[in-house]
């Protein structure tokens, strides 16, 4: 069974920076399992959308509303996720969830898709004033 637990989140102005990161711990996933890693948030009152994902192989997929602003990265053991997140708005205000699946990458189109996800974590707030 995974664990996922993120952290990083906060309080910051327009323009402002922050770095969530997300520790991954149990289950059996390594390098020699595919398995794909994402950051969701979910806006008050709106649905989870996938912001960024990045799988085994290092491949990175980027939301459109995001793009250029903000970026995804692991170490090397897989077992640290991050999302850089630059140049903040309100309007990325939000609940921000670290989602993992085993045995499939994220490319498919469905890697937006928090259904398609069996692991979570508790989710740490991101506010921008």
């Known amino acids: 069974h995974v664990q996922l637990v993120e952290s990083g989140g906060g309080s910051v102005q327009a323009g402002g920076s922050l770095r969530l990161s997300c520790e991954a711990s149990?289950?059996?996933?390594?390098?020699?399992?595919?398995?794909?890693m994402a950051w969701f948030r979910q806006p008050p009152g709106k649905s989870r959308e996938g912001v960024a994902a990045?799988?085994?192989?290092?491949?990175?997929t980027i939301a459109d509303s995001v793009k250029g602003r903000f970026s995804i990265s692991k170490d090397n053991a897989g077992s640290t996720l991050y999302l850089q997140m630059n140049d903040l708005r309100p309007e990325d205000t939000a609940m921000y969830y670290c989602q993992m699946r085993l045995d499939t990458l994220c490319s498919g189109g469905d890697w937006g898709d928090t259904v398609h996800y069996k692991y979570w974590g508790q989710g740490t707030q991101v506010t921008v004033s």
């Open positions: 990045i799988d085994t192989r290092g491949s990175v």
């Open positions: 149990g289950g059996t996933y390594s390098h020699y399992r595919p398995y794909c």
